[in-house]
């Protein structure tokens, strides 16, 4: 058995040798630009040098490319300069793609003119050694260079994909019913407010006559304590069915966010001597 599992790892990992130059080559091809400031005028070097990285910074945001340039690329440059005529030789234009690992070059023309930097750029093809010159870069002296370059990223390299924008979505919004009041429940509710009203009202006057007879006897005859009696009973029966019809409600509200709808809910209220009894079931 094990033996059996050496050689199916064998044959797997020179699948896996065989397949990978396919692979490699199906992959697509990243394209490499980097930024080279050629010319410069009116203009110091080391501002110079940070347009260049601001252009390269610029490009790989609004592309999808990647993009050197400023003091990345200054540094690799020969020690002599480039050549004043690389633009025009396509083995110069292939030797500085190797130094600075690019398959395509942009080259800047810096010039302040009043208080205008225009950049003139030319792309280079490290390949076939082929040049296009590209629309010229104007930034004004109170323009944001790297909006500025985003905007013409485009121009600059136009057969280079746009890169989208992310986008990040919200949450999702729950797809759950929402809780609702429902015609039964509204019933409910208002008879439990109408009822706890009403046995407020008769329990107040149910104490005030009580409160009443208690001071003097003589002007509490029995008409009286009978009618003190009933509204004492019906306060507690009231009071007790408003209190049965508030949880009902509560029931019932707190159940319409079911799909299946409230279940039923039962009650009843029954007079004793001493006051009422109340009754409730609720189906879950």
């Keep these: 058995m094990t033996a059996a599992r050496i050689i199916a790892a064998l044959v797997a990992a020179a699948a896996t040798v065989a397949l990978a130059p396919a692979a ?5 091809a990243t394209t490499r630009v980097a930024v080279i400031v050629d010319l410069v005028a009116n203009v110091t070097p080391d501002r110079a040098t940070e347009l260049g990285g601001a252009v390269a910074d610029a490009l790989e945001r609004a592309l999808v490319v990647d993009a050197t340039g400023g003091a990345d690329v200054a540094r690799r440059l020969p020690a002599e300069g480039v050549p004043d005529d690389c633009v ?6 292939a030797s500085l793609a190797h130094r600075l690992d690019a398959t395509e070059l942009l080259f800047l023309a810096i010039v302040q003119v009043g208080t205008t930097v225009q950049i003139d750029a030319t792309w280079a093809s490290a390949a076939t050694g082929e040049t296009r010159s590209r629309p010229r870069i104007d930034l004004e002296a109170d323009a944001r260079a790297g909006e500025v370059f985003a905007a013409a990223a485009e121009r600059l390299l136009p057969h280079v994909e746009h890169r989208s924008a992310v986008v990040i979505a919200p949450p999702p919004r729950p797809t759950e019913p929402r809780r609702r009041m429902t015609t ?3 019933a409910l509710g208002g008879g439990a407010v ?9 329990g107040l006057s ?8 208690d001071s003097d006897p003589d002007r509490c005859d029995a008409d009286d304590r009978a009618g003190l009696r009933t509204r004492a009973v019906v306060a507690d029966v009231l009071g007790a069915g408003a209190l049965v019809a508030g949880g009902a409600a509560l ?11 409230p279940r039923p809910v039962q009650a009843w209220i029954t007079p004793v001597r001493a006051g009422a009894m109340a009754d409730v079931r609720v189906e879950f």
Excluded: H, K, M
């Design 206 to 213: 149910a104490r005030a006559t009580y409160q009443r007879c």
């Design 194 to 202: 109408a009822a706890l009203a009403g046995s407020v009202g008769l």
């Design 88 to 93: 025009a030789e396509a083995a110069c234009i």
């Design 251 to 261: 029931v019932l509200y707190l159940r319409s966010a079911r799909a299946d709808g």
């Design 24 to 28: 490699r080559a199906q992959a697509p």
């Design 184 to 186: 039964a429940t509204w």
